[in-house]
C-alpha cells in the first residue's frame, strides 16, 4: 500500500501534486487552519459564559 490518505478529510489518497493532501482545497483548509491556530485543539470551546441568558434561577424564589 503506498497510497496515503489525505490528513485533511482522510477518505481521498493524496494526489502527487497537492501532497501531502488530496487536493488544493484541503491544503487551504490545512493551511487556515494552521494561521487559526486550533490546529492541535480540535473541538476546543473559544468562550465559556458563566452567564446564560434567559435562564431563570430556581433558587431565587
Ligand atoms: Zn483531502
Redesign the pocket.
Known amino acids: 500500500m503506498s497510497q496515503r490518505k ?1 490528513p ?2 482522510e ?2 489518497t493524496v494526489s502527487p501534486e497537492f501532497k501531502p ?3 488544493n ?2 491544503a487551504e483548509v490545512d493551511l487556515s487552519r494552521w494561521l487559526k491556530g486550533s490546529y492541535a485543539i480540535p473541538g476546543r470551546p473559544a468562550d465559556q459564559a458563566d452567564e446564560v441568558p434567559g435562564q431563570p434561577d430556581p433558587s431565587d424564589a
Do not use: K, M, P
Open positions: 489525505c485533511v478529510c477518505t481521498r493532501f488530496c487536493s482545497r484541503c
